[in-house]
């Protein structure tokens, strides 16, 4: 009796814990759809047809091949980005690449800039959208750029016995969530290619190095002739110290011009009250890039829309990263191959967390605060450093790419068998 009653024991709780692990699996699915719907409706104000998009039944897949799919998944702009150089690679292997991000800005810019590429908006992640994705799509591969977990879209992938690569990983320690995290995905993934050296134990562990450093140029090759500034992923809450950056160099060189590219679109209106006193231009859209005299006949250039910065730092001499003032040290910080790669003098903040491996090898300007900015910056424009420090970056990455290339490349025959 007591052997029985001990099992019936051991099914109880065993039946007790599946209903528990029921229960979370769904509100979190209820929470993914309401968060995610919240910020689609409210934040973004995206148009109904455009929300449909989240629910995966309601997509046209008549062009999208229904056989050798590889999906690419990036959560916002930055992960996304640096997947786009793995196409030719995938291409190249027979498979059909689609690309699939989270964040709407990350959406409208790559939806219609990639040529014969589909894009997709990530559908809420719940068993129903995942498992109409999974099946009408039928992929083989899913790379998953850095480290997003979606549980749902996981276990479908691990259904659909689709070879789950997470690319561009880097492992972390901040909290036990991340310690898990690494764990998580460590006991998921099919392979994993690091960034950076990291805990490599087993041969479905590779080191490729960071994929941004695959960042192309625009292809717009001819600098502005006067000095120009751009000041890249600015946040609202370093503005001050931006300010006074422009005030600053407007007063000492006359013929300098700014390009204001903001990190979020959120704050139109208290922007444009704080530099009322300046004379500037005033972007929206990439229609209103009509040419380039038009544009750079105001010293100030305000970039109130996604996918101009490539552009706008072929044309200058010197990037001052934005989100590197006034934010945690290891929250801070923006891709520094863009500027690189434009043979940019790269100017920094304390806070460069996110990019700290990109910054050791690069030639960069550290500053410690505004007073600091400014005296490093006049050192660097009146010593005219910038011309030097640039040319050695667009090298360096140029470097770069021919051993990231030559990787990715061992790595894909292993992958694609």
Known sequence: MNIWYFLLLVINYFYLFCKILC????????GDLLYVSWKDIYVFQVSFYDYLKRFFIFYSLENISRKNNVLLYGVSCGET?????????????????????????????????????????LPFDNLVNMICLFTLLQPSFLFICERDIKSCMLLC????????????????HYSKRQLFANYFIYAIADHILYQNSGSITQYRQHIVGNLKWLA??????????????VIASANQNEFSIHYSF??????????????????????????????????????????????????????????????????????????????????????????????????????????????????????????NDETDLLY??????????????????FQYVLNK?????????SCFENIFI
Not at 90 to 108: A, D, E, V, W
Not at 401 to 409: A, D, P, S
Request: contains cysteine; hydrophobic residues 35%; glycine residues 4%.
């Open 246 to 367: 422009i005030r600053h160099f407007m007063k000492h060189l006359p013929h300098a011009s700014f390009i204001y590219v903001p990190r979020y679109l959120d704050w139109e209106d208290s922007l444009r009250n704080q530099i009322s006193d300046l004379s500037h231009f005033w972007i929206t859209s990439k229609e209103e890039l009509v040419s380039h005299e038009t544009i750079h006949c105001s010293k100030l250039t305000i970039v109130w829309c996604y996918g101009l910065l490539p552009y706008f730092l072929s044309k200058s001499h010197i990037c001052l990263l934005g989100n590197t003032f006034n934010v945690e040290p290891h929250k801070g910080g923006h891709n520094l191959i863009e500027p690189a790669i434009s043979s940019n003098a790269i100017i920094t903040g304390p806070s460069y967390g996110t990019c700290k491996d990109l910054a050791h090898n690069l030639r960069i300007i550290y500053c």
């Open 157 to 172: 992938a691990k259904l659909f016995r689709t070879k789950i690569i997470y690319i561009n990983y880097c492992e972390k």
């Open 376 to 393: 490093k910056t006049d050192s660097v424009i009146q010593n005219k450093e910038f011309v030097s420090i640039g040319k050695f970056n």
């Open 23 to 30: 229960f979370i699996g769904l509100l979190y699915q209820f």
């Open 81 to 121: 980005k640096a997947l786009v150089p793995l196409i030719p690679f995938i291409q190249s292997k027979r498979y059909s690449p689609l690309l699939i991000t989270h964040t709407r800005s990350s959406y409208n810019l790559y939806s219609n800039s990639l040529d014969n590429i589909d894009t997709l908006l």
């Open 401 to 409: 790419q021919i051993n990231v290339k030559q990787k990715i490349t």
């Open 216 to 229: 192309t140029p625009s292809t717009n090759n001819s600098k502005y002739p006067n000095l120009t500034f």
